[in-house]
């Protein structure tokens, strides 16, 4: 009889021992979960979603057509997101696309686009306010991006990065497109600060360089890196 006892202890004995196994592998499985991309909420005008969600609640871009959804979009909530390209991208080339520049002077874009690193080509075409963004607003972050190719335009406002920023944050961005502008504010990086009403403003740019050839009719003014 105290052999049966005992070999029932022993059995429940070695039941128990597996529990803290089994919720130390659920905890590790969840853990692996966590590092996983998940489907984004965040959807296009066209109604296509752009790019998935990181564990930051980052929605990562992955191509040229998420780039383009970003930049047709006129929804405020899409304009204000976090953006990041994927690790797996090493160049985003929007060459012979239909990419128009991120953000309008009436849907700006004010979100944080963070290049992770690495290139876009930009082929672009127009008259002012061009480049990879058209408008940033007060708030917006563009940081870790080097352009490359061209950005063309017949009028002002015409630089690699940005066409027109409001009171934002640019950091670690290189331009390496060749600039052409028709008119006054040709830059490579930032074509044109906007001054408030208030009469005070910043703009925050730290690390930033223009390694891209900048022309410009000899009347223009503010012409420059």
């Known amino acids: 009889m105290q052999k049966k006892i005992l070999s029932i202890v022993l059995t429940?004995?070695?039941?128990?021992s597996m529990f803290p196994f089994a919720i130390f592998a659920g905890a590790a499985e969840a853990t692996v979960q966590d590092d996983v991309h998940y489907p984004t909420t965040v959807i296009s005008d066209s109604g296509k979603a752009l790019g998935v969600l990181d564990r930051y609640g980052r929605t990562v871009i992955e191509d040229a057509d998420d780039l383009i959804a970003l930049a047709t979009s006129t929804n405020k909530t899409v304009l204000g997101g976090n953006y990041v390209i994927?690790?797996?991208v090493d160049v985003i080339d929007l060459a012979g696309t239909e990419f128009v520049p991120i953000g309008t002077a009436s849907n700006q874009f004010t979100g944080t686009?963070?290049?992770n690193g690495k290139t876009i080509n930009l082929a672009v075409e127009g008259s002012t306010l061009l480049g990879l963004f058209s408008v940033i607003?007060?708030?917006?972050?563009i940081k870790n991006v080097t352009v490359t190719g061209s950005v063309t335009g017949t009028g002002a406002d015409v630089a690699g990065l940005v066409g027109c920023a409001g009171e934002a944050t640019i950091e670690n961005c290189v331009n390496k497109a060749t600039i052409t502008g028709g008119g006054a504010n040709v830059g490579g990086i930032v074509a044109r600060f906007r001054i408030e009403s208030t009469g005070y403003s910043e703009l925050h740019m730290t690390n930033v360089?223009?390694?891209?050839?900048i022309s410009a009719p000899s009347s223009?003014?503010?012409?420059?890196?």
Request: with cysteine; charged share 20%.
């Open 12 to 16: 429940l004995c070695m039941l128990l």
């Open 86 to 88: 994927s690790d797996d």
């Open 113 to 115: 686009f963070d290049g």
């Open 137 to 141: 607003g007060n708030g917006a972050t």
């Open 209 to 213: 360089v223009n390694e891209g050839t």
């Open 220 to 225: 223009s003014q503010r012409v420059g890196g």
